[in-house]
């Protein structure tokens, strides 16, 4: 026991057994010379019940050795955000992704949750520019720690280099099994009056205009409140098609390759001259 005694000190992180629960206090035995107390309202959950019982076991940090009552004061909070500053610190220098959630948006970017308040710059949200970013309040990322400044309370994130590694991933795996007249899939990225680009994978693609339909195509937009996509079933091999927008886009490489000529009549005045 005096062993025990001697190697407890203030501010150290040490796991306890809950003896009683109170109505304001939660004691707490840590194995020292008097039981330790934590606030009850550190382990309110947010419907308003208890998350601990008689006989769990939880890790604390010991604030101090003893107050006027006598009892150990410890801080079932203080000790999780300590946990959770190692393993930020952790992933910062392993460069493993962490998994956070937009809270709200401030200035120059993002607030993040990670268990700890974060900050994500606006431009590392994303490879492109996102114009509009309340629609990510609420939703959850993985993102890499890019700054730490624990004295500070300063965590900078960026999705934007989790996309990047993810995407040359893609792209690499979409290089090796691309070839010419393979038919593939993508999702139509952006649209221009001459075409679409299309992402096949980490890498995109141009659809032209003309190649979309053998009988001529308009391009046409589908809204939703969050985002706007755009897709189309490409002619098949044969030379058919609709050209009509569906849930995904299949075309076939032709680089390198001519378009065939039109099979359609010529107007009579087109003939005559």
Not at 27 to 49: A, M, T
Not at 200 to 228: E, F, K
Request: net charge positive; proline share 3%; with cysteine.
């Amino acid at each position: 026991m005096e062993a025990n005694l001697k190697s407890l000190k203030e501010g150290e992180v040490v796991t306890g057994k809950v003896l009683k629960i109170l109505d304001k206090e939660v004691i707490v035995d840590i194995g020292y010379k008097s039981e330790g107390v934590i606030d009850v309202e550190e382990f309110r959950q947010v419907d308003g019940s208890l998350g601990v019982a008689v006989g769990d076991r939880v890790d604390v940090l010991l604030e101090k050795s003893e107050n006027a009552d006598g009892y150990v004061v410890l801080s079932k909070d203080k000790a999780e955000k300590m946990r959770i500053w190692d393993e930020v610190e952790k992933a910062y220098e392993t460069g493993e992704p962490i998994l956070g959630r937009v809270v709200d948006r401030i200035k120059g970017g993002l607030k993040v949750d990670i268990g700890l308040p974060a900050f994500l710059p606006g431009s590392l949200v994303d490879i492109r520019p996102v114009r509009n970013l309340d629609v990510l309040r609420g939703q959850s990322f993985r993102m890499r720690v890019i700054k730490v400044n624990k004295r500070r309370g300063n965590i900078v994130l960026s999705r934007k280099a989790v996309l990047d590694e993810e995407n040359a991933e893609k792209k690499k795996k979409t290089l090796e099994d691309l070839e010419e007249g393979k038919i593939i899939r993508g999702v139509v990225k952006n649209l221009t009056e001459y075409g679409a680009f299309v992402d096949l994978g980490g890498i995109d693609g141009l659809l032209h205009i003309t190649d979309m339909a053998w009988a001529g195509s308009t391009i046409r937009r589908r809204s939703s409140r969050s985002a706007t996509s755009w897709t189309w079933w490409s002619s098949s091999s044969t030379g058919s098609g609709s050209g009509s927008p569906s849930a995904s886009s299949s075309c076939r490489s032709t680089r390198g390759r001519r378009r065939p000529r039109s099979t359609r009549p010529r107007p009579a005045s087109a003939a005559r001259s």
